[in-house]
């Protein structure tokens, strides 16, 4: 592998829209989109639609998928998403590439993290800089360039970036799973790692619901007349919490109790909210069969369990086609003099929802930055080019065969 005329032209063309790349994503990361802020995401939505009206490719906001939420009191209500935004060239090209990264943030319109300002030590600080207002500019750079060289027919894109990455992606996770089946090969950009590794093995992910029904009684007159539901969710928390140590990677957070009642009433209502990591897909099913059995039965006489929820990103391990495609990157990386690695993480992200659909795939592709989902969240302004070279490198290379899209795809399919 070596770096062609054709792909400097490309890199070249990166390098030249340095400011532009940090700029923008700047400009976007000053309009709060945190994932229930339904103004300021239709706000970055139409700022992403106007950076991309110079591409010839097909602009189109796709509805996400409806979903719903369980109420501290038990109930489950409807929930629905702002739309995802869907670029699409050459999508009878040979090879098909799908890009993907999100358009929401952690932090609520009332955050006080608000705007981006430069640090004592240059880097960006600022609320989605990083996670990932960056990784949307350096994902547009690589495309924008790539469109300059000559073998670009050989390869259509889908660029598919979404409204509720931060809160699971419980309504784009259909159109995930739809790109990830037809496409070859997926590149998404979440920041990397803060030393500039790539996340390579990433754990699953569940979040789950447990709702704990009893009777509501005086607490002094008729105390032995109630059912106590908070007592049960409880002991329900810690039995969850015993599965620790029981299987070895697996991981039950339990993050809250919620309901109740006034002091002198006996609670009726509470629900347990908890989060699940597994390393494997058996690991998962181990788990799932751990919850469904404590929630089978009552955790005190009388009481009631309701179960909701489930797995949201299933697991994505180091498999054949995981390992030849980091290894394709790194060599790309060497070319640009990058010195790639890569770490297992206990994070998850989008790239856990397109390996799960058959498709091989890099996901932190972004900015070098740190202290995401805190208002200590920076990134350094040279990674900009430096990441959006690399993608674009790795783009050429698909192109020209010399990283074979269809064999990656074919490896991961064999391993499912």
């Known amino acids: 592998m070596q770096i062609r005329p054709e792909d400097q032209i490309v890199l070249d063309h990166v390098a030249a829209r340095r400011d532009v790349l940090v700029g923008r994503a700047i400009n976007w ?5 945190g994932s229930r802020n339904t103004v300021g995401l239709d706000q970055v939505l139409t700022a992403l639609e106007q950076s991309v009206e110079h591409l010839s490719c097909t602009v189109e906001r796709v509805e996400t998928a409806a979903s719903s939420r369980i109420e501290d009191d038990g109930t489950e209500v409807p929930l629905s998403f702002a ?11 040979p090879i098909q590439i799908v890009l993907t990264g999100h358009y929401d943030t952690v932090f609520d319109a009332d955050s006080p993290f608000q705007t981006v300002g430069t640090r004592y030590d240059g880097a960006l ?3 989605g800089i990083a996670d990932m207002k960056g990784g949307i500019s350096v994902l547009l750079g690589a495309l924008e360039a790539f469109e300059h060289h000559p073998d670009k027919v050989r390869v259509g894109w889908t660029v598919l970036l979404s409204p509720d990455e931060e809160i699971g992606s419980p309504g784009s996770a259909p159109l995930l799973a739809e790109l990830g089946a037809r496409g070859h090969l997926g590149l998404t950009y979440e920041p990397s790692l803060p030393d500039g590794s790539l996340a390579g093995a990433r754990k699953g992910s569940g979040n789950f619901h447990v709702v704990v029904r009893g009777k509501s009684a005086h607490a002094g007159r008729a105390y032995h007349e109630g059912v106590n539901a908070m007592a049960g969710a409880a002991r329900l928390a810690v039995a969850l919490d015993d599965l620790n140590g029981q299987r070895e990677g697996v991981t039950v957070n339990v993050a809250r109790i919620s309901g109740g009642a006034p002091l002198n009433v006996v ?41 909701h929820g489930g797995f949201t990103r299933p697991p994505k391990p180091m ?3 995981q390992t030849e495609l980091f290894e394709a990157v790194r060599q790309a990386g060497e070319l640009l003099n990058q010195t790639l690695r890569w770490q297992p993480s206990g994070g998850v992200c989008e790239g856990n929802n397109l390996h799960a659909a058959g498709l091989p795939n890099i996901d932190t592709l972004g900015v070098i930055g740190g202290a995401i989902h805190s208002d200590q ?5 040279d990674s900009f080019v430096e990441r959006a070279q690399l993608s674009a490198l790795i783009l050429c290379k698909v192109a020209s065969g010399e990283i074979d899209a269809h064999h990656l795809k074919q490896l991961r399919l064999q391993s499912r």
């Open 125 to 127: 600080h600022g609320p």
């Open 29 to 33: 990361a000053n309009i709060n989109s």
């Open 83 to 93: 739309p995802a935004l869907k670029l699409t060239l050459r999508p009878v090209a």
């Open 377 to 381: 969240e920076y990134a350094w302004p």
């Open 267 to 307: 609670a009726d209502t509470a629900v347990v909210r908890f989060n699940v990591r597994v390393p494997d897909p058996e690991a998962a099913d181990w788990t799932l069969a751990q919850i469904q059995d404590l929630a089978s039965r009552p955790p005190i006489p009388g009481a009631t369990v309701e179960l």
């Open 319 to 321: 498999d054949a086609a």
